[in-house]
């Protein structure tokens, strides 16, 4: 079975401003602002960890809520920065 592993859209520009990271898709004109636990989790989209496997490195590392919540707050972030084509799906 292959691993679908998370990677930063080529084309995305982002700037740091403050606590924030700013992402911009030129190709659809999507705007993302993310803060530090979504820099966290965007940085970690490098092609060598899959959505499940980055979930659980934010259970791992962040406290404050439920792991169930955290898992759901990452995997709908994940889902929405793919629908917005922020960052991709590649099968190894």
Same mark, same amino acid.
């Given at each position: 079975?292959?691993? &679908?592993?998370?990677?930063?859209?080529? =084309?995305? @520009?982002?700037? =740091? *401003? /403050?606590? /924030?990271?700013?992402? $911009?898709?030129? @190709? #659809?004109?999507?705007? !993302?602002? %993310?803060? /530090?636990?979504? +820099? $966290?989790?965007? *940085?970690?989209?490098?092609?060598?960890?899959? +959505?499940? &496997? %980055?979930? &659980? *490195? @934010?259970? +791992?590392?962040? #406290?404050?809520?439920? !792991? &169930?919540?955290?898992? +759901? !707050? @990452?995997?709908?972030?994940? /889902?929405? *920065?793919?629908?917005? =084509?922020?960052? !991709?799906?590649?099968?190894?």
């Amino acid at each position: 079975m292959k691993k &679908e592993l998370l990677l930063i859209n080529p =084309d995305i @520009v982002s700037k =740091d *401003m /403050e606590n /924030e990271r700013y992402l $911009f898709n030129p @190709v #659809t004109g999507c705007i !993302q602002v %993310i803060n /530090e636990m979504g +820099k $966290f989790i965007y *940085m970690n989209c490098n092609g060598r960890f899959s +959505k499940n &496997e %980055i979930i &659980e *490195m @934010v259970v +791992k590392n962040y #406290t404050g809520a439920s !792991q &169930e919540k955290i898992r +759901k !707050q @990452v995997n709908g972030f994940l /889902e929405k *920065m793919i629908r917005m =084509d922020l960052i !991709q799906s590649s099968s190894k």
